[in-house]
């Protein structure tokens, strides 16, 4: 879900058309959810013990949305790197 419009700033502007410009919205969308999905894939394979993939994932995350958990992912998962 976009939760800001990024062309006029709204806040929760839909997820077709904002409400209040009515850029359309559609395209971002559907790029946050592939986010979203490769976040949940860096989970999993974080919870599996299967670093590599949960670290590729992480990092197909972060490259698609910055300020998602992908970003997070990917600093937790190169510290763990570094602990071991
Ligand atoms: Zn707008």
Redesign the pocket.
């Known amino acids: 879900m976009v939760q800001r419009?990024?062309?006029?700033?709204?806040r929760h502007?839909g997820s077709e058309r904002?409400?209040?410009?009515?850029?359309e919205?559609h395209g971002l969308t559907r790029l946050l959810a592939v986010a979203r999905q490769a976040e949940r894939e860096a989970v999993h394979g974080l919870l599996a013990g299967e670093i590599s993939q949960a670290q590729r994932a992480a990092e197909r995350a972060q490259a698609l949305d910055r300020q998602g958990l992908g970003a997070a992912l990917v600093g937790f998962l190169a510290w763990r790197g570094r602990q071991s």
């Open positions: 419009c990024p062309a006029c700033g709204a502007p904002c409400r209040r410009c009515g850029c919205l």
